[in-house]
């Protein structure tokens, strides 16, 4: 079982700064990749970046060049780095882990944090 304890969030002003980490612990695979994805009240839950273990990153067109995913593999630690925040950045961000077994991937959830962007 894998556990994901997600850290950081808050309130901030358009064009403020917010960073997010996400700590995994528990009987992690060594082929992995972790995600950020986030939902706004009455959306879907949408990929915001993602991250494999060799450092590989990919974004929604929307954040790329604001937002900066990172990883520390060390500490099964995932963070989020959001610059030049905007009001429609405004969500729950939830922390994902996917491992593959060595049959299947499985995926795991954190429990979510809110971001709130003001104008």
């Known amino acids: 079982q894998v556990q994901l304890v997600e850290s950081g969030g808050g309130s901030v002003q358009a064009g403020g700064s917010l960073s997010l980490s996400c700590a995994a612990s528990?009987?992690?695979?060594?082929?992995?990749?972790m995600a950020w994805y986030r939902q706004a009240p009455g959306n879907e839950r949408d990929m915001v970046a993602l991250?494999?273990?060799?450092?590989?990153?990919t974004y929604t067109d929307s954040v790329r060049g604001r937002f900066t995913i990172s990883r520390d593999n060390s500490k099964n630690t995932v963070y989020l780095h959001m610059n030049s925040l905007k009001p429609e950045d405004t969500a729950v961000y939830y922390c994902?882990?996917?491992?593959?077994?060595?049959?299947?991937?499985?995926?795991?959830w954190g429990q979510g944090t809110q971001v709130t962007v003001s104008s």
């Open positions: 994902k882990l996917e491992h593959f077994t060595g049959e299947f991937w499985s995926s795991y």
């Open positions: 528990g009987s992690i695979r060594s082929i992995n990749q």
């Open positions: 991250i494999t273990t060799s450092g590989t990153t």
